[in-house]
């Protein structure tokens, strides 16, 4: 076994509590359907490189900080318990590593938040090139839905949900034989969801209105908002909220004129530690907000029907669960 499994003073360990440890354990080789290919494990990974936060964090989150030896595309701090852990290991990046310094770690495993990193038209490479080199990749099932086929963060086909991190947990625990950890983790955040959804259906009432501001390339540009199937779309149908973006885009730009004309009720913005676009900085969005000649008409700004929200949490992750509660607690604060 590759963990750990107290089951007590072995002269008292009875032979159900014995089938049950081995009836967790995963059984190699493993072959895993993954975003289109079959990807097969003799064993479980030693050497974990993550490019994408999410799967950095879904990987803490398995008690498998141990194995990672690399990390990668950075959007917040890492969440607070795992500050410790997380200082000592190497960042190869804040935004995109390379392929060589991907490749040098002589990861057993990469795992992947975003296709567009490492997919078809990678950025940092394709799965072929990591495959060739003899290192398999995992992509999060959250971003298997999606038409990335530009290079770019693409367009969703169906409606982010739930299920896709769930599994995506699942299948991570699987892979490195600590599947009661999965089991665990899915459980605890599957409950604080329903948990979320049911107190926004107690305090919900009439037509409630948003929109997402994730960033901006330039703060007097077009900005990039939610579009109606990524996690804030998910959110806002789980909450009982209505986008007043239409698109299917991951974050689609659109015109502050055609935000303020549809007047939202409530604009979220994100929060991130992040650096690539002026219009990261949160202080820089509200700041725009209050003195756009255009923005500043909007009745959720005059109003201060404004949430600050971490900005990973708008992205596939297990904080989209954090931010689900945090929106239920403060919706009816905002009527």
């Not at 008292?12 to 289109?36: F, M, V």
């Not at 030693?46 to 141990?66: K, M, N, P």
């Not at 078809?120 to 298997?144: A, S």
């Not at 109606?228 to 973006?245: A, C, Q, Y």
Request: hydrophobic share 40%.
């Amino acid at each position: 076994m590759h963990r750990n499994v107290a089951i007590g003073l072995a002269a008292l360990a009875s032979l159900s509590l014995i089938d049950a440890a081995h009836a967790g354990e995963t059984k190699y080789p493993l072959t895993i359907d993954n975003c289109g290919q079959s990807i097969t494990f003799e064993a479980a990974p030693e050497r974990d490189v993550t490019v994408g936060q999410s799967a950095t964090e879904i990987l803490y989150s398995l008690s498998l900080g141990d194995k990672v030896v690399g990390t990668s595309v950075w959007f917040s701090d890492v969440l607070p318990e795992f500050a410790d852990l997380n200082s000592g290991i190497e960042r190869l990046a804040d935004n995109d590593p390379s392929f060589e310094s991907v490749v040098a770690k002589k990861p057993d495993l990469v795992s992947v938040s975003y296709e567009w990193h490492i997919g078809p038209q990678g950025i940092v490479g394709t799965r072929e090139q990591f495959h060739d080199v003899g290192i398999p990749t995992y992509i999060l099932p959250t971003d298997c839905v999606k038409d990335n086929s530009a290079g770019v963060d693409g367009t969703r086909l169906e409606m982010y949900n739930t299920d896709a991190l769930y599994r995506a947990i699942r299948e991570l625990a699987e892979i490195h034989d600590v599947k009661e950890n999965g089991e665990a983790l899915v459980a605890d955040l599957s409950k604080r969801e329903a948990a979320a959804v049911a107190k926004a259906k107690e305090t919900k009432s009439g037509d409630v209105s948003a929109v997402f501001w994730f960033s901006s390339a330039e703060m007097d540009v077009d900005p990039y908002v939610a579009g109606r199937k990524g996690v804030p779309g998910w959110m806002m149908e789980k909450l009982g909220l209505r986008n007043i973006v239409e698109s299917d885009e991951e974050w689609p730009v659109v015109g502050w004129e055609t935000i303020a004309k549809a007047n939202p009720d409530i604009i979220v913005v994100a929060e991130m530690t992040r650096r690539r676009f002026p219009a990261d900085d949160v202080e820089k969005k509200l700041e725009f907000l209050k003195t756009d000649p255009v923005a500043k008409e909007m009745d959720a700004v005059k109003a201060g029907r404004i949430l600050v929200m971490d900005a990973h949490s708008m992205d596939p992750s297990i904080r989209n669960i954090s931010a689900l509660e945090m929106l239920a607690d403060e919706l009816p604060k905002l009527k």
